[in-house]
């Protein structure tokens, strides 16, 4: 192992570490074509107990929270206020090998530098190791972090695995998860004793290497409306017979309502707003479906994103009497389902301006992005913790197996932290 003593070029010898750490959870998390960390399963599990070992073997104190979360530190008993730094172990079914380990890497990395450097932080460090990010397996994301706030509800923990059919509160208490006090839905963690939380993470889109940039400071977490099914029903007929005037056709109609939101988001961009939009799944149904037949109903999902809800709000009112306006128009009727909504969480503004100052004084970009995937930060900063977050540089996107971030940049990433830690 690579805790002996550190050589003369430290920042190598820190990388090599890193590189190792990605290397052996992910040949131990292989899944054919990528990685399959299960939340509260297997490879999850395999993560944990390959950096509990390695945290032992450096010296860190190791304990397991009530939501069975890991957490890291140099310190026994911390009494006093402290920052916490921590990303997510699970991935989705063959995904990357980065999205979220590199989070837990980064403190991992954090915590060896202070205690081989002897390094007296102002505030004692802990590293959190999280479980069950990825709604992939349970339909339900962030449940680690949820957990420890008292917000997984009785439907959440009765939610299903995807594959087994086995329920979520079954495999936390696998995990040694305490589900009498989860049950209660009361908060497991003083909050009020994280002076902040910082998470590292890939980007999951292309901005950054759009951009050129190793690394961003992220300002907010956008948060979602989501329509997982919305039905637009007209009349089925014959394509040769019916003129267009007599048509109700569900896919023109439901085209004509993409259009119409795009055109919207176009303007809400051009007027400064932050907004994302997704029709995801659009479909007929092929079984009733035939190229000479005018289709009488379609199925679709319809998702925006923003760091601001005052947008999401109006753009489900823009959803809405688009609907109505195209139901007038084309003869057609739309069947809405219940939209489910995800508060957007603002990275607390000072947090912000120093990791952007950390990152300007160690020579790299002072710049920054929203993200617009959910993160366990995202739960912190709406449970009023000062938040922040790292984004790294990743090419081939997120939740693929060809996911690319290149260690250079990590450690950069991990620079930044480090200064900021030393400085706050």
């Not at 590189?19 to 993560?47: A, Q, V």
């Not at 932050?274 to 479906?289: K, R």
């Not at 003869?331 to 607390?348: L, M, Q, R, T, Y």
Request: glycine residues 8%.
């Amino acid at each position: 192992m690579l805790n002996d003593k550190i050589p003369l070029h430290e920042e190598e010898w820190f990388e090599k570490l890193a590189i190792k750490i990605f290397s052996d959870i992910g040949n131990l998390t292989k899944d054919k074509i990528g990685i399959s960390r299960e939340s509260y399963g297997r490879g999850e599990t395999l993560g944990i107990n390959y950096l509990i070992d390695l945290a032992e073997e450096f010296g860190f104190y190791v304990e397991k929270d009530d939501a069975a979360n890991i957490v890291l530190s140099l310190d026994k008993s911390i009494q006093s206020n402290y920052i916490l730094v921590g990303s997510h172990m699970d991935s989705v079914p063959q995904g990357g090998n980065f999205d979220g380990l590199a989070g837990v890497v980064a403190g991992f990395l954090l915590l060896a530098n202070l205690k081989e450097k002897k390094i007296r932080t102002s505030l004692p460090v802990k590293v959190l190791i999280l479980r069950g990010e990825e709604s992939a397996w349970y339909g339900k994301n962030c449940i680690g972090s949820k957990a420890l706030f008292g917000l997984l509800s009785s439907e959440d923990l009765n939610s299903t695995h995807r594959t087994t059919g086995n329920k979520l509160s079954k495999a936390m208490d696998a995990s040694g998860a305490k589900l009498d006090l989860i049950k209660r839905s009361k908060s497991l963690i003083n909050s009020k004793k994280i002076e902040v939380f910082i998470e590292i993470h890939i980007e999951q889109g292309p901005v950054l290497v759009d951009k050129d940039w190793p690394i961003a400071i992220v300002t907010g977490i956008r948060g979602n409306y989501r329509h997982h099914k919305i039905r637009c029903k007209g009349d089925a007929g014959h394509s040769g017979t019916i003129p267009r005037y007599l048509r109700k056709d569900a896919v023109f109609a439901g085209a004509d309502l993409i259009t119409r939101m795009d055109d919207h988001w176009n303007t809400i961009e051009q007027h400064g707003g932050d907004l994302v939009l997704t029709s995801g799944i659009f479909h007929t149904d092929i079984d009733n479906q035939a190229m000479s037949r005018i289709p009488g109903e379609i199925l679709f999902s319809f998702e925006s994103r923003s760091q601001d809800i005052s947008t999401l709000d109006a753009l489900e009112g823009l959803l809405r009497s688009e609907c109505k306006t195209i139901e007038r128009e084309r003869g057609v009727h739309f069947e809405f389902d219940n939209v489910i909504k995800s508060d957007p969480a603002e990275c607390n503004q000072e947090v912000v301006e120093k990791l952007l100052d950390a990152s300007e004084s160690l020579g790299f970009s002072r710049v920054s992005v929203a993200s617009g995937a959910t993160h366990d930060a995202a739960i912190f900063s709406n449970q009023g913790v000062k938040t922040g977050m790292i984004f790294i540089r990743n090419d081939k996107g997120s939740h693929n197996p060809d996911e690319r971030m290149e260690i250079k940049d990590f450690m950069k990433s991990v620079s930044t932290l480090n200064k900021f830690i030393n400085d706050y």
